[in-house]
């Protein structure tokens, strides 16, 4: 779907009147594979018990990785791919196998942010240059060295949650038994950017770009302009309500900014890789700019009625509350897009 310029404006004047979200939003928000995308995402012919993740083909030689962490996206060239992300901590070396098994190696990782569920399993890939926005390149370290301080009863505990033969056994089993040799390191980024870089895969361009300080301080999103793919990272969730980061450095404000610089890449046919969510377009992109100014709508006619934070913390939004995550995040949303309009 897209939104006019009248259901944008119809949209403002109802927050700010603390009515609904109106429809064609709310349809926004809705996870969904919009019509230009029918037929262009083809599951991949593996079976489910052959792979950990789910596979999906958005566009010839691009693949998306569900399951295990947050969305990634492999770019396929003639002799060599690069991965976005690395999943969940003991899961790295399960993404890296699964995505050879397409038949090219994987020559460079590219970490969208520093969350473990993006970052956790860099170490399958630690032989390979790995970039990250440079805020975010701290943060990983702190949250490997935290993640490895548990890891043997981590790694033991996904163990006895698998049954025989799930495809990431080996895997982590292997992990565990060379744990003592795994380093920090073997999950830090070697490389960083800070507000533009540009890879390749075959000569095809690969545009990694930070705009502001989002979901995260050092939030980056990918774009593959020949493959017409914007792969957001946690600067999109669809269908659900955001996580907005504020202990590192998150801004629904600049939230915003990054959406906006996003929306400018898109045309009616680019393919959308949310961090979180069903794969989408143009117009689930929309829709989390739509949530966020939905929140400020509600917290700016709140503040004009000299309403206190808990009361803004328990303001109702029928139509967000239908968004996965409701219960705990939108309450803490309001908040912290109160905190942000108080300065």
């Not at 070697?190 to 770009?209: I, K, N």
Request: aromatic share 6%; charged share 20%; hydrophobic share 40%.
């Amino acid at each position: 779907m897209t939104l006019s310029r009248r259901d944008f404006a119809s949209f403002m004047a109802a927050a700010l009147a603390g009515a609904a979200v109106p429809g064609a939003l709310a349809a926004a928000f809705r996870p969904s594979l919009p019509a230009p995308l029918e037929g262009a995402v083809r599951a991949s012919a593996r079976s489910a018990q052959e792979t950990y993740f789910q596979w999906s083909e958005v566009r010839p030689g691009v693949r998306v990785a569900s399951g295990g962490g947050g969305n990634t996206i492999l770019y396929l060239g003639r002799t060599g791919a690069l991965q976005s992300d690395g999943k969940n901590f003991g899961l790295g070396r399960t993404l890296r196998r699964e995505a050879e098994s397409f038949g090219v190696p994987v020559t460079q990782l590219v970490n969208t942010h520093h969350h473990g569920d993006h970052s956790g399993g860099n170490e399958g890939f630690s032989d390979l240059p790995r970039l990250a926005h440079v805020n975010a390149l701290p943060r990983i370290r702190a949250s490997v060295e935290a993640s490895l301080e548990g890891a043997r009863d981590r790694l033991g505990g996904m163990l006895e949650q698998m049954e025989a033969g799930d495809p990431a056994q080996a895997d982590v089993e292997a992990m565990l038994t060379e744990l003592d040799g795994i380093t920090p390191e073997d999950f830090t980024p070697d490389r960083t950017f800070e507000g533009e870089a540009e890879l390749s895969v075959d000569g095809r361009p690969v545009e990694c770009r930070w705009v502001s300080r989002g979901h995260t301080d050092g939030d980056n999103f990918l774009y593959l302009p020949q493959a017409n793919v914007l792969h957001c990272g946690d600067l999109f969730f669809h269908g659900r309500h955001p996580y907005v980061d504020d202990t590192a450095g998150a801004t629904p404000a600049g939230w915003i900014r990054c959406v906006d610089a996003m929306l400018d890449l898109c045309d009616g046919d680019t393919v959308v890789v949310p961090g979180h969510g069903e794969v989408t377009d143009r117009a689930g992109l929309v829709g989390q700019k739509a949530y966020f100014q939905a929140l400020q709508g509600m917290v700016e006619q709140a503040l004009a009625e000299g309403r206190s934070k808990d009361e803004v913390m328990a303001l109702e939004a029928p139509e967000l509350v239908a968004l996965a995550g409701s219960d705990r995040h939108l309450p803490r949303n309001l908040g912290i897009v109160y905190d942000e309009m108080m300065g």
